[in-house]
């Protein structure tokens, strides 16, 4: 007996969320009670109704209450603890609010093992042995413990549902069959399920292919990144390695300089030095023979005068036979001139290779999926300013508008430049095109409109420099007949709208060239799929007038 008061008294203590002793106590208006934490828990899931209810009897509150300790019952629990109560053992399995409970158990209910499909209940691991030993029940479809078990019983007829009707797509049973669903293609929900269950078979396996494709794109991107890393990580020490060695050539450079500087300085000096002392010791001389001639000429014997004058008369040669002029102050100030030319040079030098440079940089692109626009206007966000380039130009085309736009005309005056075309009356852009891009070409006759590398030939033979007739260019010819496009020396018919502007779209990293005819719509010609092993530059083969469009 005493053993059984003391089992009371476990149950009693325990919370119904936890099933462990009471910890900081609280008691809500309906009498039960939980711990703080778990109560607070259970609440927060229900914030968003913001009606609160009790766990275990399911009274509701509102607003949420304020939970304060139950000073008292947190007492007696520690007292009881000294008392040997101890917290219920792991193998209590009373049911909490989130669990299935057994519809068998009376009072304090455990948790559910099983759910009956047939009887439409769930039961513990007690109530469940009768499933296992009786031979009709042994029939009966066992499933994990479920909360939803009604919405297996039809609502109109409160039969168990067992068929479906594939016409309405809805779980029926038998008395609907016979009734409402009457003619109508019906058949055994098992066989629904494995109809059903074959398309989530097939379904998993387009899951679990997709998944092994997208982890398989996950370690690309990652060896992309690491080899980012890799690269940036070489570029940087690369770069600083360059620039220390011009740092170092520079240094070099001024000390040479400041050497022969020295050098001259010194020599000129000692020459300045040589001179001086010669003349310092011409000028000892004189005054010597000065006071010599001033005691000579105070002498009253004439004959001694007369004897001695000859010898000291005569004057040795001077060291210079002119006196010394001072020029202007300039030695070595042309040197600072000469240096100055060569940093205004640098300067120049570095100026323009930093801006190709920082374009080197800024095209750096990571190669990852990036769709083709659909609209005009998102093709326009990649439009780029193009001008075409006169050093390029066949002496039989004139280039105005700010060199955008080209037509046929007499031979023009053009010096001789070796980038210009002389056997087809062709033109490239002045600006390499990388990255991706976007142009259109307004046309009036026929015109090819093309990409080319730099490289491509500009005399030649019928087909090295002719656009679209070798591997070093790509092709779209336009006429008011139709399209053609030409790469090496192959041609492809195009069909599509007529229309006077054609939009060229480039990625050039993505190996993309698409050519579109441009009217009240967009209309995609001929797309090719390649890869461009250098930057690449718009052409235009004119046999009539052609312009590079202002898209902004």
């Known amino acids: 007996m005493a053993q059984k008061g003391i089992q009371l008294d476990q149950e009693t203590f325990s919370c119904s969320i936890c099933l462990d002793l009471l910890k900081d106590p609280v008691t809500v208006s309906c009498g039960h009670s939980y711990c703080m934490k778990c109560l607070q828990t259970h609440w927060n899931t229900e914030d968003e109704k913001k009606v609160y209810s009790c766990p275990q009897c399911r009274q509701t509150f509102t607003p949420r209450p304020v939970l304060l300790k139950n000073t008292m019952l947190a007492v007696l629990v520690e007292e009881l603890k000294k008392s040997g109560l101890q917290a219920a053992p792991a193998d209590h399995c009373y049911a909490g609010a989130e669990d299935v409970a057994c519809d068998v158990c009376t009072g304090r209910k455990l948790k559910a093992q099983k759910s009956c499909l047939q009887c439409l209940a769930s039961y513990c691991q007690n109530h469940l042995q009768p499933h296992f030993e009786v031979a009709p029940l042994k029939k009966?479809?066992?499933?994990e413990p479920s909360k939803k078990l009604q919405e297996n019983v039809c609502s109109h007829h409160d039969e168990v549902m067992k068929m479906f009707c594939r016409t309405d797509q809805q779980s029926i049973c038998t008395i609907?069959?016979?009734?409402e669903h009457k003619g109508r293609d019906t058949v055994s929900a098992a066989a629904e399920r494995a109809k059903r269950q074959r398309e989530l078979e097939v379904n998993r396996q387009k899951i679990q292919q997709r998944i092994e494709d997208r982890e398989k794109d996950v370690k690309l991107l990652q060896q992309e990144a690491e080899a980012i890393n890799c690269s940036a990580d070489k570029a940087v020490e690369d770069?600083?390695?360059?620039?220390?060695?011009?740092?170092?050539?520079?240094?070099k450079q001024c000390s040479d300089v400041t050497q022969q500087v020295r050098s001259k300085q010194e020599s000129e000096v000692g020459r300045v030095k040589e001179l001086e002392e010669k003349l310092r010791q011409e000028i000892a001389e004189l005054k010597r023979k000065d006071g010599e001639l001033q005691t000579l000429s105070q002498t009253q014997d004439h004959n001694q005068f007369l004897h001695d004058y000859p010898s000291l008369s005569a004057l040795s040669q001077p060291t210079r036979s002119s006196s010394i002029h001072i020029r202007p102050l300039r030695y070595f100030e042309d040197v600072t001139v000469a240096v100055s030319a060569v940093r205004d040079k640098l300067q120049d030098v570095l100026t323009e290779t930093w801006t190709n440079i920082s374009l080197t940089v800024t095209e750096v692109d990571v190669l990852l999926p990036q769709p083709e626009p659909k609209t005009r206007e998102g093709f326009i966000k990649y439009s780029c300013d193009i001008t075409l380039d006169p050093n390029t130009a066949h002496r039989k085309l004139i280039l105005s508008d700010g060199n955008r736009e080209a037509k046929r005309t007499r031979q023009q005056s053009y010096r001789s430049h070796p980038d210009r075309f002389t056997t087809?009356?062709?033109v490239l852009s002045r600006e390499s095109l990388t990255g991706r891009c976007y142009w259109e070409v307004e046309r009036s006759g026929r015109v090819y409109v093309a990409v080319a590398y730099k490289n491509i030939s500009r005399t030649g033979n019928w087909n090295e420099g002719r656009f679209g007739y070798n591997d070093k260019s790509?092709?779209?010819?336009?006429?008011?007949?139709?399209?053609?496009f030409w790469y090496n020396d192959v041609q492809t018919r195009v069909s599509g709208p007529l229309s006077s502007r054609v939009g060229v779209y480039l990625d050039h990293r993505a190996g993309i060239l698409s050519f579109y005819s441009i009217s009240e719509t967009m209309t995609l010609l001929h797309r090719v799929h390649t890869t461009f092993t250098q930057p690449l530059h718009a052409g235009l083969h004119v046999i009539g007038t052609a312009e590079l469009c202002k898209l902004k």
């Not at 790509?474 to 053609?484: E, I, P, Q, T």
Request: charged share 25%; net charge negative.
């Open 176 to 179: 609907c069959l016979l009734d």
């Open 239 to 251: 770069s600083q390695k360059i620039f220390t060695q011009l740092i170092r050539l520079m240094k």
């Open 474 to 484: 790509w092709a779209l010819d336009c006429d008011d007949s139709g399209y053609d």
């Open 424 to 426: 087809w009356f062709q």
């Open 140 to 143: 009966h479809k066992l499933v």
